[in-house]
């Protein structure tokens, strides 16, 4: 339908208060859709990682907010010569806020040498020498620089913790760009107050081979008696645990995708029906030269779909650009959902719209094939 462009443009043209509002409303329902995708995604990516079903988190027993977790430090020793497990880390977290927060401040505090060979950390600024030497030295996620508007060289201070920022970093897994690492002894003692010797959660890496839920049923058996008990699960479903409330309403608003697909729908099958009574006439003429009903169903159709890929296009445009640099995140108890964007969710965003486009000229379509060229030219004079 290459050929019929310049005519649909020039309806367009003829109607352009009509087509601007058409497609400035899908651009805003898909801007939407955009937004609510990379939340779902950010969920998925976090709760369903490959490396975190393989990953145990050890934290104190009937505790949520990381400050409330106290294990014993030495905790370590034993969990390490457990079968199967290939290094344990020692954790220390503080945070700004435990409940839900789009500006949730998250420090995690372990040892440099645990840090560097546990994480996959590109240093866009700053270096891992310079971190090593700073007792208060601490690498900053890029989301988190960019929203606070942190530089290496640059103290700041958060929840009473003052640190000196010494790296910037980028990470595969996009959460972890919402966090401040530091050292685990200087967050100990961060605050006033001297906490060395505990720490909030262990991180036990396994080995392949390892049964998961048998290892943590291990680590539990162990400490029940013992002077802190623990509950021990595997890293995704740990986060999916303290994300429960949040992902609840994360599913609820999925439904909010559906009602954007649906109001662009039904937008576009408003306007594209408007056109079709519009230009009837015009539709009689098409039939007269020679072009048969079903290329007027083609024509109708093609209508529908550019206006509702303009629309999302521009939205999802708009969608990815403003999710690439505002950096938005959601942490509810140390835990961060990420919000970013991706190719797979501009492509899905993309094929809504022309799927959309398509359904919405199917009616008007047939309502203009059908039309006959008699009845066509009556109504029109």
Same mark, same amino acid.
């Given at each position: 339908? &290459?050929? =019929?462009?310049?005519?649909?443009?020039?309806?367009?043209?003829?109607?352009?208060?009509?087509?601007?509002?058409?497609?400035?409303?899908?651009?805003?329902?898909? !801007?939407?859709?955009?937004?609510?995708?990379?939340?779902?995604?950010? #969920?998925?990516?976090?709760?369903?990682?490959?490396?975190?079903?393989?990953?145990?988190?050890?934290?104190?027993?009937? %505790?949520?907010?990381?400050?409330?977790?106290?294990?014993?430090?030495?905790?370590?020793?034993?969990?390490?010569? #457990?079968?199967?497990?290939?290094?344990?880390?020692?954790?220390?977290?503080?945070?700004?806020?435990?409940?839900?927060?789009?500006?949730?401040?998250? =420090?995690?505090?372990?040892?440099?040498?645990?840090?560097?060979?546990? $994480?996959?950390?590109?240093?866009?600024?700053?270096?891992?020498?310079?971190?090593?030497?700073?007792?208060?030295?601490?690498?900053?996620?890029?989301?988190?620089?960019? $929203?606070?508007?942190?530089?290496?060289?640059?103290?700041?201070?958060?929840?009473?913790?003052?640190?000196?920022?010494?790296?910037? !970093?980028?990470?595969?897994?996009?959460?972890?760009?919402?966090?401040?690492?530091?050292?685990?002894? &200087?967050?100990? %003692?961060?605050?006033?107050?001297?906490?060395?010797?505990?720490?909030?959660?262990?991180?036990?890496?396994?080995?392949?081979?390892?049964?998961?839920?048998?290892?943590?049923?291990?680590?539990?058996?162990?400490?029940?008696?013992?002077?802190?008990?623990?509950?021990?699960?595997?890293?995704?479903?740990?986060?999916?645990?303290? #994300?429960?409330?949040?992902?609840?309403?994360?599913?609820?608003?999925?439904?909010?995708?559906?009602?954007?697909?649906?109001?662009?729908?039904?937008?576009?099958?408003?306007?594209?029906?408007?056109?079709?009574?519009? $230009?009837?006439?015009?539709?009689?003429?098409?039939?007269?030269?020679?072009?048969?009903?079903?290329?007027?169903?083609?024509?109708?159709?093609?209508? @529908?779909?550019? #206006?509702?890929?303009?629309?999302?296009?521009?939205?999802?445009?708009?969608?990815?650009? !403003?999710?690439?640099?505002?950096?938005?995140?959601?942490?509810?108890?140390?835990?961060?959902?990420?919000?970013?964007? @991706?190719?797979?969710?501009?492509?899905?965003?993309?094929?809504?719209?022309?799927?959309?486009?398509?359904?919405?000229?199917?009616?008007?379509?047939?309502?203009?094939?059908?039309?006959?060229?008699?009845?066509?030219?009556?109504?029109?004079?």
């Amino acid at each position: 339908m &290459f050929q =019929f462009l310049p005519y649909l443009l020039k309806g367009f043209w003829g109607h352009r208060a009509r087509a601007m509002l058409t497609v400035s409303g899908t651009a805003v329902a898909l !801007f939407v859709f955009c937004f609510v995708s990379a939340v779902q995604d950010g #969920l998925l990516r976090l709760t369903q990682d490959k490396q975190a079903q393989r990953t145990l988190v050890v934290f104190q027993e009937n %505790r949520f907010c990381p400050t409330s977790s106290r294990l014993p430090q030495d905790y370590t020793k034993h969990i390490a010569e #457990l079968p199967s497990v290939t290094g344990v880390i020692p954790i220390k977290v503080v945070t700004n806020n435990c409940r839900a927060s789009l500006d949730a401040i998250v =420090f995690q505090g372990m040892p440099a040498e645990k840090l560097r060979s546990s $994480r996959e950390l590109n240093l866009t600024a700053g270096s891992w020498s310079a971190f090593e030497g700073a007792d208060d030295g601490a690498l900053v996620g890029q989301a988190v620089a960019n $929203r606070r508007n942190l530089s290496v060289g640059k103290k700041f201070t958060i929840n009473e913790v003052t640190v000196l920022v010494t790296g910037v !970093f980028q990470s595969p897994t996009t959460a972890e760009e919402n966090l401040i690492y530091t050292h685990l002894d &200087f967050l100990q %003692r961060a605050r006033g107050q001297n906490s060395v010797g505990t720490v909030t959660q262990m991180e036990v890496h396994l080995s392949d081979d390892a049964d998961v839920d048998h290892v943590a049923a291990t680590i539990d058996a162990h400490y029940r008696g013992g002077p802190v008990a623990t509950t021990t699960r595997t890293k995704g479903m740990f986060q999916a645990d303290t #994300l429960a409330d949040l992902a609840e309403l994360i599913g609820f608003i999925h439904y909010l995708g559906y009602a954007c697909v649906g109001l662009v729908l039904a937008l576009v099958a408003t306007t594209t029906v408007m056109s079709v009574q519009d $230009r009837i006439k015009e539709h009689g003429v098409l039939q007269t030269i020679g072009l048969r009903p079903n290329r007027i169903f083609r024509l109708i159709v093609s209508e @529908s779909t550019l #206006l509702s890929t303009a629309g999302g296009l521009l939205g999802i445009g708009a969608g990815l650009v !403003f999710l690439s640099f505002t950096g938005l995140a959601v942490a509810a108890e140390g835990v961060t959902i990420s919000f970013r964007p @991706s190719m797979d969710l501009a492509i899905t965003g993309a094929i809504v719209s022309v799927v959309v486009g398509v359904l919405a000229g199917i009616i008007p379509g047939i309502q203009a094939a059908r039309t006959k060229i008699v009845t066509a030219l009556r109504q029109a004079g």
